[in-house]
């Protein structure tokens, strides 16, 4: 059964798109993104969709291998071109003929080997090690990496004019906690998709609040991790101390542990939070940490001085009518004695 590319967001309804209109054109794509944000996912459906369907698929991890074994895998070799190689071996891009060749995690690949391959991009051909005749190929290459290649083009590990050979297309999938309305919909399908792979166990359905947190949560390993949050909770129920213990990210405990020290800042904001709000502006940002300052120095003040408002307004140095604004603005509760 074909994977599904789950999402609402703009960004993914912008990915099928472009999908649906670049598959049958054969332009070199690069899918970017973060670790497990969904680009082999993306690079199958553009293969599915394609008029190479059923033709070969050939993937190479750029990242698995050192740079002559590499070179080798890509490009193959005859007998005798180096120490062991007894017979001919035909490389992936001789394999990929006719169909897709995906080079995966393309930012890492060595300079010396992106020169080759930029050759083979613009020549159409290439010649196996040991041999002297060139070999066509005629390979629809995509490729995918969660570097930021155009950051890696300005400190000079990228080649420029390889980048631009191979993004015809540019894909870039936004990371999930840029687009939060996104996790509902694959926390449904996930556990769909578990429950039948689970069968005879019986799930409970995850609380409202469940999915308010899941959607808050900051997703480092994107929906790589998703998935594992979700088989785990659909196991251990997803009560709030499983929820704590797996919504763990290492900034996180980081900060508790921070906290724990005595006499360190507290951050102004959870990691976890900050990851949620990051797609405010810095002035709205500013807003909330203000506000927030404001309520925890009134609150303070407040309480110091057993609620007596006059008091606080003169340690505070705002006007009376100013206090009772903020206390009702903020939301700062008196305490449950207070019947003034
Ligand atoms: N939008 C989505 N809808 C459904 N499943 C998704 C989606 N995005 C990713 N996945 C699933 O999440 C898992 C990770 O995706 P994938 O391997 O494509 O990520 P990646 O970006 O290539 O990660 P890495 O950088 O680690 O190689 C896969 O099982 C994939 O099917
Ligand atoms: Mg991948």
């Keep these: 059964m074909e994977a599904e590319l789950i999402g609402v967001s703009d960004n993914i309804q912008r990915i099928r798109d472009i999908i649906e209109r670049v598959a049958d054109h054969n332009l070199n794509v690069v899918v970017c993104g973060e670790t497990g944000v969904g680009k ?3 690079v199958q459906h553009l293969y599915r969709r394609s008029n190479r ?3 070969p698929f ?3 991890n750029c990242a698995a291998l050192p740079d002559t074994l590499l070179e080798s895998e890509m490009f193959g070799y005859e007998p005798g071109a180096f120490t062991g190689a007894d017979k001919r071996r035909r490389g992936k891009f001789e394999q990929a003929n006719g169909g897709v060749l995906f080079l995966d995690e393309i930012g890492d690949m060595s300079l010396p080997l992106q020169s080759k391959l930029l050759h083979v991009l613009q020549g159409g051909d290439f010649t196996p090690l040991g041999s002297e005749k060139a070999v066509k190929t005629d390979a629809w290459v995509i490729a995918a990496t969660n570097h930021d290649l155009e950051r890696d083009l300005i400190q000079g590990k990228f080649r420029e004019d390889l980048y631009f050979r191979l993004s015809a297309i540019r894909i870039m999938i936004e990371p999930l906690r840029r687009r939060p309305e996104d996790i509902p919909h694959l926390i449904h399908y996930y556990i769909s998709k578990y429950a039948e792979e689970f069968q005879g166990k019986s799930f409970t359905a995850p609380r409202k609040k469940t999915i308010e947190r899941l959607r808050a949560y900051s997703w480092p390993g994107n929906v790589r991790e998703l998935q594992n949050i979700i088989k785990r909770l659909m196991i251990l129920g997803d009560d709030d101390e499983t929820l704590d213990s797996l919504l763990k990210t290492p900034e996180s405990r980081a900060a508790e542990t921070q906290e724990g020290r005595a006499g360190a800042a507290t951050p102004l904001f ?6 949620n709000l990051a797609s405010l502006s ?5 807003k909330k940490a203000a506000d927030r300052v404001e309520r925890e120095v009134i609150s303070y003040v407040l ?12 340690i505070l140095k705002i006007s009376y009518k100013t206090l009772l604004y903020k206390i009702k ?3 700062i509760e008196p305490p449950p004695d207070d019947f003034d």
Excluded: F, H, I, Q
């Design 53 to 55: 369907y059923g033709k």
């Design 40 to 42: 082999e996912l993306v």
């Design 58 to 60: 050939v993937k190479v």
């Design 329 to 331: 603005e903020l939301g």
């Design 270 to 275: 959870d990691p976890r939070e900050l990851a």
């Design 303 to 314: 309480n110091k001085t057993a609620w007596n408002r006059s008091k606080a307004t003169r």
């Design 282 to 286: 810095l002035k709205e940002m500013r």
